[in-house]
């Protein structure tokens, strides 16, 4: 079966993002704190990708809950290096992760960072993200991707060569579906084709990412051909 494997750096800032950088600041509120603290959640910058945000305290002694972004477990769960970005800067800040682990039955990880150690620590990290390089990719097995290298890729039908859109997302599912947005051409047909229910909300096409359905994924040429079963094309009309 073919997988999409997601780290989130979403294709503008999504998964790289574009800034400069700044010098860093204590929080206000906490000077002895080594991080500052985070109202709003900062655009990811160039050549990094998010792999979680931070999303509340846990106990008292600085550990940190995160809401991974991430289909490598191995980010949270290895120690060492990773990169904290908070508002204002546009630019991380390297620090050390020291331990983590997940949460049962939940999409959650608990983290210890190196120099946050008490529960206002803690919180003034609500909502900064935690990054990796761009670079720093886990190896993947056959018939696996990258999720942001599959957005963007142009669609075609194999035999005919007809261009049917562009791969905007891939949503996880039994079988993982390339979510792809319709040639301009294409939505126009499909526009003409329901005046009778004008209300109804134009969806993007959905198709099954496995090998009989999408034989080529051609990332070097930024193209994917696919062999349509009939109907396929026509099941969201």
């Known amino acids: 079966m073919m997988k999409g494997k997601e780290e989130r750096s979403q294709p503008r800032e999504e998964r790289l993002g574009k800034q ?10 906490s000077p002895q704190s080594p ?4 109202n709003s959640p900062p655009p990811i910058p160039e050549g990094w ?44 800040k390297q620090v050390e992760l020291l331990s983590g682990r997940y ?29 990796v390089l761009e670079s720093d990719r886990p190896e993947l097995g056959e018939d696996e991707y990258h999720i942001v290298d599959l957005v963007g890729l142009e669609v075609f039908v194999q035999e005919s060569g007809e261009f049917v859109g562009t791969v ?21 047909q499909e526009i003409n084709n ?18 009989e359905i999408v034989p080529v994924v051609d990332l070097e040429n930024r193209r994917v051909e696919i062999t349509p079963p009939p109907g396929l094309l026509e099941v969201n009309s």
């Open 35 to 38: 991080l500052p603290t985070l």
């Open 103 to 131: 949460v049962d039955g939940k999409n959650l990880c608990i983290v210890t960072l190196a120099g946050v150690k008490s529960r206002d620590q803690a919180e003034e990290l609500r909502g900064c993200k935690l990054l």
């Open 168 to 188: 905007v997302n891939l949503i996880p599912a039994g079988h993982d579906l390339l979510e792809v947005k319709l040639h301009p051409w294409e939505e126009k």
């Open 194 to 211: 329901k005046k009778k229910n004008k209300q109804k909300k134009e969806k993007n096409l959905l198709i099954p990412f496995v090998k």
């Open 49 to 92: 990708l998010e792999i979680g945000t931070i999303v509340a305290a846990q106990g008292i002694h600085g550990e940190l809950r995160v809401y991974p972004e991430t289909d490598f477990p191995e980010r949270f769960e290895v120690p060492g290096m990773r990169w904290l970005l908070r508002t204002g800067y546009s630019q991380p």
């Open 20 to 29: 400069g950088k700044q010098q860093e600041n204590l929080s206000p509120k």
